[in-house]
């Protein structure tokens, strides 16, 4: 089982009426305030952490990597993916 021990703190300050939205946000929950807020800001690094390595691509874009992807590998590209990497114990 992972280690869920709590050893770090993390501070903001809050206007009053923010403080109040979020306790409020949180008794909709049931959740404390800390409960609340942590779900929250995890669900949301998440996301912003997917959506950072996440590639869009428009139509145009998509449809010319699909075609790169049915062409022939060149050799340079064959050679360059037999070969052993750099950390890998066998190279």
Do not use: C
């Amino acid at each position: 089982m992972a280690n869920t021990t709590k050893t770090s703190r993390f501070e903001m300050r809050l206007t009053e009426q923010q403080r109040a939205t979020i306790e409020r946000a949180a008794a909709t929950r049931g959740l404390t305030l800390s409960h609340w807020a942590i779900n929250n800001l995890m669900d949301d690094a998440h996301r912003d952490i997917r959506e950072g390595n996440t590639i869009y691509l428009s139509d145009e874009a998509y449809d010319d990597f699909v075609k790169a992807l049915d062409e022939p590998m060149s050799p340079q590209t064959a050679q360059l993916l037999n070969t052993p990497a750099v950390w890998d114990e066998r190279a």
